[in-house]
């Protein structure tokens, strides 16, 4: 089992910056890759970043170029700092990890709101 603690979310005027953490803990030996997901209301759940174990990042596209994800390896957390934000990116966020073993983990999510 992993478990996963998200931080960071809130409310920001359109063009400003937030940066979510989320840390992992338990069986972090088994560890894939660590992304994050959102979801705004009425939407899909979908992929805003992943990056792997050895450091390889993928974004959506409607995110490259704003958003920036990152890892500290030796405290099991990933940061994803969100800059030049727009009120599309409003949702509930939400961490992810997936494992060796076949184990896919979220966290509770963590509320972005951004105002026009």
């Known amino acids: 089992q992993v478990q996963l603690v998200e931080s960071g979310g809130g409310l920001v005027q359109a063009g400003g910056s937030l940066r979510l953490s989320c840390a992992a803990s338990?069986?972090?030996?088994?560890?894939?890759?660590m992304g994050w997901h959102r979801q705004a209301p009425g939407n899909r759940r979908e992929l805003v970043a992943r990056?792997?174990?050895?450091?390889?990042?993928n974004y959506a596209d409607f995110v490259k170029g704003r958003f920036t994800l990152s890892r500290d390896n030796a405290k099991n957390t990933i940061f994803l700092q969100m800059n030049s934000l727009k009120p599309e990116d409003t949702a509930v966020y939400y961490c992810?990890?997936?494992?060796?073993?076949?184990?896919?983990?979220w966290g509770q999510g963590t509320q972005v709101t951004v105002s026009s």
């Open positions: 992810q990890t997936t494992t060796w073993y076949g184990g896919d983990y």
């Open positions: 338990g069986n972090i030996v088994g560890i894939q890759a």
């Open positions: 990056i792997t174990t050895s450091g390889i990042t």
